[in-house]
């Protein structure tokens, strides 16, 4: 996906390193290496061809080695039925979202190829709670969706809201920005992204660094076509637009707060300063539910 192209200066050379740790290093690791390949992308697919040693593929295509069928998502969580070339089970997982059945995914191909039984991988998916600052949820007994996710690439935010849209009924609104010093080419896609899926799109500070976070905002809006421009809201202080993300949201709703996920900083300029959205979600709802 579209991230670390400050690095990597193309797609082609981001996977082309990534594609060493499934030849190169594999091939040091002898035997012991197990490739887990998510082939329901191009990207994948060559790479299930490239790499050494054994591979086990997953994904949704009926062509993978381990598969996800009949997937049902609610807030509370996740269930599907897992394929695998030993059998197949129903697996109930507490964590919420497509995505994480597609993590899911990954760590059963890994451990199935490692040799472990199908009963014991899926005692521990069952037993796996939720990661932090990953589509983690905010609740205070309000009648609405709060949700806290990492999601600071475009691959990443869709799949954010595409999760979001499976789960809630109501309107999806959307509290994200792009940090400063960092792949300047992704921030008007993001825009485009959180306009398109969104009902409400508040376009915000991340991480701003060095740049002038009014400046970074300005590159995000430029990617939102002109009809998706009155979903827009700005407010580049970071704690005033989750406030008013959660000061509109009505019941059914969920507000998704993405790109900093787990982190408890916000860094402007060369001062990194205490900031957690988590902590701020609940400041807010407190705010809103006692007003």
């Known amino acids: 996906t579209q991230d670390h192209l400050d690095f990597h200066a193309t797609l082609e050379e981001y996977f082309a390193a990534k594609r060493r740790l499934f030849t190169e290093y594999a091939a040091e690791a002898g035997d012991a290496f197990v490739a887990a390949v998510n082939v329901d992308s191009e990207w994948g697919r060559r790479l299930s061809g490239d790499a050494v040693g054994r591979v086990v593929t997953f994904g949704s295509t009926p062509d993978a080695v381990v598969r996800a069928e009949r997937c049902e998502l609610s807030p509370g969580g996740t269930s599907f039925v897992l394929v695998s070339p030993g059998g197949s089970r129903q697996v109930r997982m507490k964590l919420a979202g497509a995505f994480n059945a597609e993590n899911a995914l990954a760590a059963a191909a890994l451990c199935l190829g490692r040799g472990l039984p199908l009963d014991v991988v899926v005692q521990g998916l069952e037993a796996v709670t939720g990661v932090p600052g990953r589509f983690e949820s905010v609740d205070v007994g309000q009648p609405f969706g709060v949700i806290v996710d990492y999601a600071h690439t475009p691959d990443g935010l869709v799949k954010l809201i595409g999760a979001a849209r499976r789960v809630w009924s109501g309107r999806i609104i959307t509290v ?8 300047r080419g992704k921030r008007p896609q993001m825009g ?7 009902d409400i799109a508040i376009v915000t500070s991340d991480n701003p660094r060095s740049e002038d976070p009014e400046a970074i905002i300005d590159q995000v809006v430029a990617g939102v076509p002109n009809e998706l421009r009155s979903k827009l809201v700005r407010i580049s202080d970071r704690r005033q637009a989750i406030h008013h993300a959660i000061s509109q949201a009505r019941e059914g709703d969920v507000v998704l707060i993405a790109g900093k996920g787990h982190e408890d900083y916000q860094i402007i300029g060369s001062t990194k300063l205490h900031f957690d959205d988590r902590e701020v979600a609940r400041e807010a709802l407190s705010a809103a539910l006692h007003a």
């Open 176 to 183: 994200f920005g792009c940090g400063g010093d960092r792949d």
């Open 192 to 198: 485009r992204i959180a306009a398109d899926g969104s």
